[in-house]
């Protein structure tokens, strides 16, 4: 750790005004215990305030090298007590001989000196204790400051870990459910699975183009969404169809990668896998008092028993808008009329 006083400009200008206002209350004090006020007090004053004020600021390096090499309190209160007993010699001495040096003509010096050396002592040792807990105090600064910083860095490092497995989660799923799809139409419709394979290397290199956790803008994100739902469209045709009611304004929004893609895997999964009739998945996206609204809704046949699902998708949508936003995202989900809606809700800021 740098010396605190001296690395900081504005600590350095606010220590010697401290020193000023320190050394006119003691000649102040001195004064009033000599009687009367002496020429006598100037070099002393003087003397005292270039003394012990550099005696304070060299007094860090000591202190660091005790806090670090001493193994417990007491080893710390000794090795304090003698610094100070040091720095309060060294600061009498010097005043001592050092202030008739500048006006050799006073007389009445040593008379000063005698009659205000107790107060000198009770003066040097509060200074030097307000200089201890200066630099504990800035001590303890830096420690939290560094903790602070360790722990944010931790809590990235956590972070990125859960929004990189929380991802691996998605694209193998839907990789799955791909390949599962291309290899029935390889028999089936053979014309149909190459155009529903390149479609899918598409959509595969969109994915792992965003390998890292940057936010994308919604116009990206849509453009993805429609090539996955083109390639769940080959597969399934006439059963499958698509609306969409987006505000142009809301585009530019950036949000987090693929954090849509898990809910219309859910549109598809439980809409047009467990439906005999046309389903229709709906987007409508729009801005309103500060969040972006993304409303995805699909019609469902209302089975006695249906499929259920784990609820992995969903979870991971909940969890990443937490990590990236806090409580100011949420994401909810309604059943009605035979209609499944997922709404989410992005502060469109950011």
């Known amino acids: 750790m740098k010396h605190p006083i001296l690395t900081d400009r504005v ?20 004064n009033f215990a000599y009687g009367r006020f002496t020429a006598s007090s100037i070099p002393d004053a003087i003397v005292s305030f270039v003394t012990f004020s550099g005696i304070g600021l060299s007094l860090w390096y000591p202190f660091r090298f005790i806090i670090t090499a001493s193994k417990n309190s007491t080893g710390v209160i000794v090795n304090n007590l003698l610094a100070g ?5 060294l600061w009498l001495l010097i005043t001592r001989y050092g202030a008739p040096l500048l006006l050799p003509a006073l007389n009445d010096f040593q008379d000063y000196w005698v009659s205000t050396f107790p107060y000198r002592i009770g003066t040097g040792i509060f200074i030097f204790v307000l200089i201890m807990l200066a630099y504990y105090l800035f001590l303890n600064i830096y420690n939290l400051t560094a903790k602070n910083a360790k722990a944010a860095e931790l809590e990235n490092l956590v972070r990125d870990t859960e929004l990189k497995m929380l991802r691996s989660q998605i694209n193998p ?7 599962n799809s291309i290899s029935y139409l390889t028999i089936t ?7 529903m394979l390149i479609k899918l290397s598409d959509f595969m290199r969109y994915a792992l183009s965003k390998k890292d956790e940057q936010p994308v803008t919604l116009r990206s994100e849509l453009e993805n969404l429609r090539l996955y ?7 399934f045709g006439e059963r499958l169809s698509t609306e969409e009611s987006i505000e142009e304004k809301c585009l530019e929004i950036k949000m987090p990668v693929m954090i849509l893609q898990p ?3 859910n549109a598809i999964k439980h809409g047009v896998y467990e439906s005999t009739e ?18 995805i809704s699909n019609n469902y046949e209302i089975n006695p028993s249906p499929v259920k699902g784990t609820g992995t998708g969903l979870q991971n949508v ?3 808008l937490d990590i990236f936003y806090g409580k100011k995202a949420y994401i909810k989900t309604t059943k009605e009329n035979g209609v499944y809606t997922a709404s989410l809700f992005i502060p469109s800021g950011g």
């Open 11 to 30: 600590r350095l200008i606010v220590w010697w005004l401290v020193w000023l206002f320190t050394i006119v209350g003691q000649t102040l004090l001195y």
């Open 85 to 89: 007993i040091a720095s309060i010699s």
């Open 318 to 320: 909940a969890r990443r």
């Open 173 to 179: 799923h839907f990789l799955f459910n791909s390949l």
């Open 263 to 265: 809910l219309y895997e």
């Open 229 to 235: 739902l083109e390639i769940e469209k080959v597969r």
């Open 278 to 295: 046309c389903v229709s998945i709906k987007t409508k996206v729009a801005c309103n008092n500060g969040y972006l609204e993304i409303i």
């Open 189 to 195: 419709d053979p014309e149909r699975a190459r155009e």
